[in-house]
């Protein structure tokens, strides 16, 4: 029912900026939690950032003070500005989008490499 497309991925250098950008299609978000994981090559997928309903958001202590997560709800649209890459940021973006523990949509994601 609902689709999202992430896009804004690419190469950086460590210390550039990048904003991802997650549209989703097939229903408002307005009502949903959404969020940004990444997974790195090995490692398990993690919690970047999230945003309620609300607007309220979290992070995870890694890229707290450097990401910035946005939602606008009349566009549909889920943002990521990325600020002071390093190249542990280095991972495939995934944008999600959740209702309570019962409801939860995948986006494709988007490749993000940071490096010289």
């Known amino acids: 029912q609902v689709q999202l497309v992430e896009s804004g991925g690419g190469l950086v250098q460590p210390g550039g900026s990048l904003r991802l950008s997650c549209a989703a299609s097939?229903?408002?978000?307005?009502?949903?939690?959404m969020g940004w994981y990444r997974q790195a090559p090995g490692k398990e997928r993690e919690l970047v950032a999230r945003i309620t309903h609300d607007g309220r958001a979290n992070y995870a202590d890694s890229v707290k003070a450097r990401f910035t997560i946005s939602r606008d709800n009349a566009k549909n649209t889920v943002d990521l500005q990325m600020n002071s890459l390093k190249p542990e940021d280095t991972a495939v973006y995934y944008c999600n989008l959740r209702l309570g523990g019962s409801f939860e949509v995948w986006g494709q994601g988007t490749l993000v490499t940071v490096s010289s």
């Open positions: 097939g229903s408002m978000i307005r009502m949903f939690v």
